[in-house]
């Protein structure tokens, strides 16, 4: 017959610090080895965090605007004692002084004539969505120069600065696809304009974006710009919010 099974006896109280001394034993070389690969890591994180940068930035508005903006001309057909006779037609190029529109006054009898004040190409528009009665007409010139300006908030503005870069996204354009545009502030107007304050800009690489794409020119192109005010590394950053 097989023994009698004994009933669990638990570790007398007599053995148990025995067990518990062998058991809390641990090598010296792993507690040198657990440090130094503790110390390891956070030189390591350290490091990276002064590694990695993020730029402090303000954020505000674009306009880059033709130094030649179209003409346009508008004129009603329905207006009593007055008839109008188009001379300039559509996809025609016509110079500063060209004749545009004659307009003739039946009470007075009086002919009057509209010239072009730019060199451009005409286009006509018949109707408008405010009034489908409206005729318009727009002299566009061919566009050779251009300036940016920023419009920037009140706040952070003190912190904007003539050689800070500058970074550009367009509405028409968008970044995803297009790149954006790169420059650099050349000049800060410190007093506010409607509200808001201004700077103008100096593209760093003309219209050509970050993409390698040239942004055809326009006589107006608007957008979203910052300002970078400075490049602070996540370390910094960090243990300035600790002060």
Request: charged share 20%.
């Amino acid at each position: 017959m097989s023994a009698p099974i004994q009933p669990y006896e638990p570790l007398s109280e007599e053995r148990s610090p025995e067990i518990h001394d062998i058991i809390g034993i641990i090598p010296n070389w792993i507690t040198r080895r657990g440090i130094a690969v503790i110390l390891s890591v956070l030189l390591l994180s350290v490091y990276i965090s002064g590694q990695i940068r993020f730029p402090e930035l303000v954020e505000g508005r674009v306009i880059i605007h033709a130094s030649e903006q179209p003409y346009r001309l508008t004129w009603f057909e329905s207006e009593p004692n007055e008839t109008f006779r188009q001379i300039a037609r559509s996809g025609q190029t016509v110079s500063a002084g060209d004749s545009l529109l004659l307009q003739y006054r039946l009470t007075d009898k009086e002919t009057m004539v509209i010239r072009s004040p730019v060199k451009g190409e005409i286009i006509v528009l018949h109707g408008t969505e405010k009034d489908p009665k409206a005729n318009v007409m727009l002299v566009s010139p061919t566009v050779k120069f251009y300036e940016v300006e920023l419009l920037l908030p009140a706040l952070g503005i003190g912190l904007v600065k003539a050689g800070q870069t500058v970074q550009l996204k367009l509405d028409a354009y968008p970044s995803n696809d297009f790149g954006m545009l790169e420059g650099e502030v050349i000049h800060v107007i410190p007093y506010p304009i409607d509200n808001q304050y201004r700077a103008s800009v100096r593209l760093t690489n003309g219209l050509r974006t970050t993409l390698d794409k040239i942004i055809p020119l326009q006589s107006y192109l608007t957008g979203k710009a910052e300002v970078v005010i400075s490049s602070k590394s996540l370390f910094r950053r960090v243990f300035s919010t600790l002060h």
